[in-house]
């Protein structure tokens, strides 16, 4: 199985540390925050990621190199300046990615997902007629109205008030899920999941493990103190 980390995103949020280094590369206990990543993935198995980036991406390819620090086989996927999207980002790596279901991480959060649960995900796509797999997490302070709702059996719904919970940014998803997205398009994935949940064919998990959405410098402060707690 591949794997995609996303780290096409400007970063507005994270500015002035973002407008000269990509968010992706901004150091977390001694790594760069998609390094966790990397490290991850190469204990859970992983041999080939594809990245794609936009913003600063030269130093991105610069920092990491073809993977070989990290044990581990990497592309990438080059997008404009501006950005492509989620979906739009993904649709543009299929061919990098294959025609097997696939695992995506949000490069912009901190987890302690069990990566190595996505090769018997993927398989179970492949073998049933849903399309996505996500990860859901309890809703932080800043998004406390959520994404989706999920059911004892797994089945992943709209957002019900009090009972949604917030996407994580990780999932396992089938190609076909991006088949109508042009190559080189700006595309979301928000409406690609809500047409898939509306036929039944997405389902996930609850997490509660460690989750952080690193997308603020407020919030990287806090997954410093993760690692170097005061």
Same mark, same amino acid.
């Given at each position: 199985?591949?794997?995609?980390?996303?780290?096409?995103?400007? +970063?507005?949020?994270?500015?002035? /540390?973002?407008?000269?280094?990509? *968010? $992706?590369? &901004?150091?977390?206990? @001694?790594?760069? =925050?998609?390094?966790?990543?990397?490290?991850?993935?190469?204990?859970?198995?992983?041999?080939?990621?594809?990245?794609?980036?936009?913003?600063?991406?030269?130093?991105?390819?610069?920092?990491?190199?073809?993977?070989?620090?990290?044990?581990?086989?990497?592309?990438?996927?080059?997008?404009?300046?501006?950005?492509?999207?989620?979906? +739009?980002?993904?649709?543009?790596? /299929?061919?990098?990615?294959?025609? *097997? $279901?696939? &695992?995506?991480?949000? @490069?912009?959060? =901190?987890?302690?997902?069990?990566?190595?649960?996505?090769?018997?995900?993927?398989?179970?796509?492949?073998?049933?007629?849903?399309?996505?797999?996500?990860?859901?997490?309890?809703?932080?302070?800043?998004?406390?109205?959520?994404?989706?709702?999920?059911?004892?059996?797994?089945?992943?719904?709209?957002?019900?008030?009090?009972?949604?919970?917030?996407?994580?940014?990780?999932?396992?998803?089938?190609?076909?899920?991006?088949?109508?997205?042009?190559?080189?398009?700006?595309?979301?994935?928000?409406?690609?999941?809500?047409?898939?949940?509306?036929?039944?064919?997405?389902?996930?998990?609850?997490?509660?493990?460690?989750?952080?959405?690193?997308?603020?410098?407020?919030?990287?402060?806090?997954?410093?103190?993760?690692?170097?707690?005061?």
């Amino acid at each position: 199985m591949k794997a995609m980390i996303l780290a096409a995103g400007r +970063g507005e949020r994270m500015r002035p /540390l973002t407008d000269i280094c990509p *968010k $992706p590369l &901004l150091n977390v206990g @001694g790594l760069p =925050l998609i390094g966790h990543h990397l490290q991850r993935l190469q204990l859970a198995g992983f041999h080939d990621v594809v990245i794609n980036h936009a913003w600063l991406g030269s130093k991105i390819e610069t920092a990491l190199g073809n993977g070989q620090e990290y044990g581990i086989n990497i592309t990438y996927s080059p997008e404009t300046s501006g950005g492509l999207e989620t979906a +739009g980002g993904i649709a543009t790596a /299929l061919p990098l990615l294959g025609d *097997k $279901p696939f &695992l995506v991480i949000n @490069g912009d959060v =901190l987890t302690d997902i069990d990566f190595q649960q996505a090769v018997n995900i993927g398989n179970y796509l492949e073998n049933s007629n849903a399309l996505a797999y996500l990860w859901l997490v309890d809703n932080p302070d800043h998004h406390p109205q959520g994404d989706f709702s999920l059911t004892a059996a797994g089945d992943v719904g709209k957002q019900i008030p009090e009972q949604s919970l917030t996407f994580s940014g990780v999932g396992v998803y089938q190609p076909s899920l991006f088949s109508q997205i042009r190559v080189h398009t700006r595309a979301k994935l928000a409406p690609l999941l809500h047409s898939a949940i509306e036929a039944g064919r997405v389902k996930g998990e609850h997490h509660h493990g460690l989750w952080l959405d690193v997308g603020t410098v407020e919030r990287l402060e806090q997954a410093n103190k993760l690692f170097c707690p005061s």
